[in-house]
């Protein structure tokens, strides 16, 4: 299934609070629920730690197969590949490395990484002292069995991180293999409202386009949610029906219907992020059908 083409993904960030309304306990019985709403990925929280025990990593791995499931990771918070301490810097590749480890267990084919934070650095010193410990990150990765694993550096939410666009989009330059976990409600919060149509979600896909080429542009890793914001960036995500928060959903699905593209789309709505990811795919075919009439 994930091979085929033409295809689209749509799936929640974590487990939704209905999940668990509905009598569920176990991430493992996540892939049978999502199916049954309509969905086909789901993105499996490593945020607090890679402390998942292999047989259940397996497990779960097992359902999503059975389901129809695409399966991705989010490696931890705490990961800063530009932090002044080199401790900091060789604990955040055992983190990804983990995380890879737990997303080969898993079958899942991808792992979300925030890449850190300026602190007292200047960005330019961030990225220099980022990018060559990227890179041994993904040396280690290959040597360990772990070259299926696409990682996915994000578009962070707050001014101060080291995860602007362009710097991600600089990141996956580091190897043909590396897609951009493009967050548009980070993009959203840490321009300070920049997106309000879709000439500015054609921007967003031109700038990749141009930098990494069509095929990772078309397979982007999408995160998405309403998003309140201060001068710093985020404070905090909200739902669909929060209509008084950017961004449109709407706006970026006529751009990928437009553009026939293929990515993963996460979505990260407080709370209910499965049912509002199924709101999601409705905005979009609906957005597709009425463009092929």
């Not at 055992?94 to 737990?102: A, E, K, V």
């Not at 961030?126 to 290959?142: G, H, K, S, Y």
């Not at 190897?175 to 976990?181: A, L």
Request: with cysteine.
């Amino acid at each position: 299934m994930i091979g085929e083409t033409g295809m689209i993904w749509f799936g929640p960030s974590g487990n939704s609070e209905k999940f668990y309304e509905d009598g569920n306990r176990h991430s493992y019985q996540m892939p049978e629920w999502l199916k049954n709403m309509g969905l086909n990925a789901y993105e499996y929280q490593c945020n607090k730690g890679t402390n998942i025990k292999k047989e259940t990593a397996e497990k779960i791995g097992d359902e999503a197969k059975k389901a129809g499931i695409r399966l991705s990771i989010h490696a931890p918070y705490y990961i800063n590949l530009s932090s002044a301490e080199e401790l900091k810097r060789e604990n955040s590749i055992q983190y990804i490395l983990n995380t890879c480890r737990i997303a080969k267990w898993m079958g899942a084919d991808r792992i979300i990484i925030h890449p850190g934070s300026v602190g007292k650095l200047t960005r330019e010193k961030a990225m220099m002292t980022a990018l060559p410990v990227l890179a041994e990150t993904i040396r280690r990765a290959d040597s360990q069995g772990f070259s299926g694993i696409t990682l996915c550096p994000e578009v962070l939410d707050k001014i101060n991180n080291l995860g602007s666009l362009d710097e991600v989009i600089t990141m996956c330059g580091l190897d043909e293999r590396m897609i951009p976990c493009v967050d548009f409600g980070h993009i959203h919060a840490r321009t300070l409202g920049s997106l309000k149509g879709t000439d500015d979600y054609n921007a967003i896909f031109d700038k990749i386009e141009n930098s990494l080429g069509t095929e990772r542009a078309r397979k982007l890793h999408i995160h998405f949610s309403r998003i309140e914001f201060t001068q710093a960036g985020e404070k905090k995500h909200h739902t669909l029906k929060d209509t008084e928060y950017g961004p449109e959903f709407e706006d970026l699905a006529r751009v990928l219907a437009e553009r026939k593209a293929e990515p993963v789309i996460i979505c990260e709505s407080r709370n209910r992020m499965a049912e509002d990811a199924v709101i999601m795919k409705e905005i979009y075919e609906k957005v597709k059908n009425e463009m092929s009439i």
